[in-house]
């Protein structure tokens, strides 16, 4: 009889696990709401700080009156994913292309809203306005392609492979956008260090700014060398493809190494005490 009993409750037992099993929900398609976070002054002191000659003279008039420069600003982007694609647009340019698709709502999501206007004293959410701040970001993951929509003097269109990042996982664990996260440290291949925290809750390895290469989306993500932060706000379910009507047809397609050429001695972005510190702070500036 007891032998009977013990036989029943792992039956019971199986066909529970099983049942929460079938019912686990690992999206593979969806939109991120990201809040893009830049503390403004120190980042103009980190600026003043890489230039140098003419650009460090108007880099410093410019910080002389640091304390009236607001401490950080916020801008929303919204990311779209597949298993494929990932494609990350202005929030206001990615209603639009919202508008312009059909897209039908699955699950709902984890977030919520509840923070997807936040604001506090030292934030100020807004549209890009200055040249270099519309970014159009695409990953294609299968074929390891990035593609970065820019608008300057005209709108260029950078085509270029997927960056290569050395990862070193941590034991660090965070909650973002009701998923938990395991905080990740990451190098480029120009030194600059990074700070991610992804989620296996979403197997798509992808995230926002052109980064990826982990086991999972990035919800979080910090540069601490240039101030600047993403972290997913809101978390939503979709059962289309990322849209591929993204491009504008005026967008002048060109290679990262004539986009170099062409502006490595841009004071906006930066410029450098030598060629591989302008290339980059070029690009730093041009992708984060």
């Known amino acids: 009889m007891t032998k009977l009993i013990l036989f029943y409750i792992i039956c019971c037992s199986v066909c529970i696990a099983e049942t929460r099993a079938q019912h686990a929900y690992f999206p593979s398609k969806g939109i991120i709401s990201f809040e893009k976070e830049v503390y403004l002054r120190a980042r103009i002191r980190e ?18 009156n640091i304390d009236d420069v607001p401490e950080k600003n916020s801008t929303m982007f919204t990311l779209r994913f597949d298993e494929d694609e990932t494609l990350m647009l202005p929030a206001e340019e990615a209603e639009a292309t919202s508008n312009n698709t059909t897209t039908s709502r699955a699950t709902g999501n984890r977030g919520g809203n509840r923070n997807s206007n936040r604001r506090n004293g030292s934030t100020n959410i807004r549209q890009s306005t200055r040249p270099g701040e519309h970014k159009v970001y695409y990953q294609n993951l299968q074929h390891g392609i990035s593609e970065l929509e820019i608008d300057l003097d005209e709108k260029y269109l950078l085509k270029d492979s997927l960056q290569h990042i050395t990862w070193r996982f941590t034991d660090e664990y965070r909650n973002i956008a009701g998923y938990d996260c395991r905080r990740v440290n990451g190098a480029t291949p120009d030194s600059l260090y990074i700070v991610a925290f992804y989620t296996d809750q979403i197997p798509i390895s992808g995230g926002p700014a052109l980064v990826h290469g982990l086991p999972g989306m990035i919800l979080g993500l910090a ?4 101030h600047i932060n993403y972290w997913a706000r809101q978390v939503d379910f979709v059962v289309d493809n990322v849209p591929n009507q993204w491009r504008d047809k005026k967008s002048k397609p060109i ?19 030598n060629p591989q510190q302008k290339r980059r702070n070029l690009l730093e500036n041009l992708i984060y």
């Open 223 to 226: 540069i601490p060398e240039m």
């Open 47 to 64: 600026m003043a700080n890489q230039t140098d000659g003419r650009n460090r003279g108007m880099m410093m008039r410019f910080g002389s």
């Open 255 to 273: 290679t990262m190494t004539e986009f170099f050429d062409a502006l490595g001695n841009n004071r906006f972005f930066g410029g450098g005490a």
